[in-house]
């Protein structure tokens, strides 16, 4: 099956700086999504972007589907910004039977 | 926008019984929804396929027999793990098609 890989594994910041995590995957996707998992486990979606930029406030993401990766963008972090971020992908079949990768967990301190 | 409900969102068990757990689209039909499964500090792994009026797929090496999954009405699927132990202690969540997720259901057997 396809394989998602996000980099890097852990991320610690002050707040006000600005972040970028990677998801590369090996096969070509029919639908990437971000997630943001706050402490209690909720997953947010963040952005459906299977190619293309997209911005929404202080996030941006930006997947380049020739090339088989994806960026999201965190600028000027917040202390709720922290949790993990996770990169998901569907590749074949439905464009929601997802893939996901491991995740990056980021701290943002105040 | 649409939402998935799901409940309950904590429950601990006793070694040996069954727990269910309910997913609910509450204003659109989900005729399909997809079950994942995270044990802490990792990722999320898809577990099945639920397709309402039919018989759910599984992903390689999931039990079926463990883990019933019934999805009888166009807002409603349900997950039952039977015969529980602690080693299926886990968060399971539920999502649908056009990535909106559950709030998840964490398990925990003793």
């Known amino acids: 099956g396809i394989q998602v890989e996000q980099s890097p594994p852990d991320l610690i910041l002050q707040e006000g700086a600005n972040s970028t995590l990677r998801c590369n995957f090996s096969?070509?996707?029919?639908?990437l999504q971000w997630f943001h998992q706050n402490p209690w486990g909720q997953l947010i979606n963040l952005f459906y972007?299977?190619?293309g930029t997209k911005q929404n406030g202080r996030l941006s993401a930006t997947t380049v589907a020739t090339e088989r990766y994806s960026l999201l963008y965190i600028s000027s972090s917040q202390t709720t910004d922290s949790g993990v971020y996770f990169c998901?992908?569907?590749?074949?079949?439905?464009?929601?039977?997802?893939?996901f990768g491991k995740g990056t967990l980021l701290t943002v301190n105040p | 926008g649409a939402v998935v409900s799901q409940h309950p969102s904590r429950v601990i068990c006793k070694s040996g019984t069954s727990v269910k757990i309910e997913c609910r689209s509450l204003?659109?039909?989900?005729?399909?929804m997809f079950w994942y499964r995270q044990f802490p500090k990792q990722s999320l792994m898809l577990m099945a396929t639920?397709?309402?009026?039919?018989?759910?797929?599984?992903e390689q090496g999931v039990e079926k027999d463990k883990f019933l999954i019934n999805h009888a009405s166009l807002t409603l699927s349900t997950l039952t793990v039977t015969s529980a132990h602690p080693e299926d202690s886990s968060f399971y969540i539920c999502?649908?098609?056009?990535?909106?997720f559950g709030s998840g259901t964490r398990l925990t057997v003793v």
């Open positions: 998901a992908v569907a590749s074949g079949g439905s464009n929601y039977k997802l893939t």
């Open positions: 204003d659109f039909q989900a005729t399909t």
């Open positions: 639920s397709n309402e009026g039919s018989k759910a797929t599984y």
């Open positions: 972007i299977p190619s």
């Open positions: 999502s649908a098609v056009g990535g909106t």
């Open positions: 096969d070509s996707v029919n639908n």
